[in-house]
């Protein structure tokens, strides 16, 4: 499963320092907006303990962690919506992604000039919620009139069910309110929702980026940003990038946890984010082992055994026969796949198995 999440803001809020923690790719940061003209794109592991504790008991020739796309865009500036800055290119790239990170700006430095000259994060907040809204009315303005002909003079049932998501969306974003707090119960409306692509429907992480003194506990600014955004189905995380990517150059596992731990970091923000933004999606890990490799696999949450199975191949999910489930804990107690089966501790399930989190799987199938 491939996992993409984009990284706005306004300019010179800290998304490229941000990005330049998480990736190995190294967006340019300089002091003026637009320096990322192009969206740079970084591939970032999931950190899993699990993987290397497997590992050691299994000894394979490799070990294959998940990932996550991280897309740094530029930033956004008024008027987006109508094209102004990088506008139509910004939000066009914000549609392909799968979430949001959106980066505000929580910290003073006279050296870091703002594009509004103060910082107020949840006015910038405010100013690209209302941007992504006007591109969102645009879009459900394009379809609503089409469709409202066809659900009104023919018996189209999917037309019908169109409006009545169009319908939903445009009262609340004519309100102010983002896309995302709409609900729907039937699997039909859940489907013409997912078809619209709407920007502010997408789930959004808001990173609240501080300086040193504030990466424990924070500080006035992300007070501001949790009583604002308290309605939204949205997770807070705090970060301070510029000393995440300090830490980042650090060499060593060791380096990296002693700098940490010096300023009162259990974990650095690249794992807190990551663990945000799956837990953002529901999403979840199961994993494979065997003397070839020991891997991650990414699914969403509540998938059945035939789901799962296909994220590995297609096939598997075509033909599927059962899943020999083995569960982590009872793989690290007991040491290897023959000492758990010999202790009766390896569980067969069927189609309707709900995969859990760190399930170590074996799918049968016949195709």
Not at 179 to 208: G, H, M, N, Q
Not at 258 to 271: A, Y
């Amino acid at each position: 499963m491939s996992l993409q999440c984009g990284i706005v803001g306004l300019p010179n809020v800290g998304k490229s320092t941000l990005f330049n923690c998480l990736s190995n790719a190294k967006a340019q940061s300089a002091n003026f907006p637009f320096c990322t003209i192009e969206p740079n794109v970084g591939v970032i592991t999931v950190p899993d303990e699990r993987l290397n504790k497997l590992a050691e008991l299994v000894h394979p020739e490799k070990i294959v962690p998940t990932t996550v796309e991280i897309v740094d865009i530029a930033g956004l500036v008024k008027g987006a919506s109508k094209g102004e800055g990088l506008g139509n290119k910004f939000l066009a790239n914000i549609r392909e992604t799968d979430a949001i990170l959106h980066v505000l700006r929580c910290f003073d430095d006279d050296n870091i000039t703002h594009v509004d000259g103060s910082v107020d994060p949840v006015r910038d907040k405010a100013i690209i919620d209302t941007e992504l809204q006007l591109k969102d009315l645009e879009t459900i303005e394009s379809r609503y009139q089409r469709i409202y002909k066809q659900a009104q003079t023919g018996g189209d049932k999917q037309a019908k069910v169109m409006l009545n998501v169009l319908t939903a969306y445009k009262e609340v974003i004519e309100k102010g309110e983002n896309a995302r707090v709409v609900t729907f119960d039937s699997k039909e409306e859940l489907k013409a929702a997912k078809e619209l692509c709407l920007l502010t429907a997408k789930p959004v992480l808001y990173i609240c980026n501080v300086d040193e003194s504030s990466a424990v506990d924070g500080n006035a600014y992300v007070e501001q940003v949790r009583e604002a955004v308290k309605d939204e189905d949205a997770e807070i995380l705090v970060v301070a990038a510029k000393i995440e990517s300090e830490i980042a150059e650090l060499e060593t596992y060791d380096e990296r946890q002693m700098f940490l731990q010096e300023i009162g970091l259990e974990e650095s923000g690249v794992n807190r984010l990551i663990k945000s933004a799956y837990k953002l999606l529901d999403l979840e890990t199961f994993l494979t082992a065997g003397p070839m490799e020991v891997k991650a696999w990414t699914y969403h949450k509540g998938s059945k055994a035939p789901v799962c199975a296909g994220v590995i191949h297609s096939d598997f999910e075509k033909g599927f026969i059962r899943a020999e489930v083995i569960k982590y804990e009872d793989y690290i107690e007991y040491g290897s796949e023959s000492a758990v089966r010999d202790a009766g501790k390896i569980h067969i399930e069927g189609k309707e198995y709900i995969v859990q989190d760190g399930d170590i799987m074996h799918f049968r199938f016949n195709v």
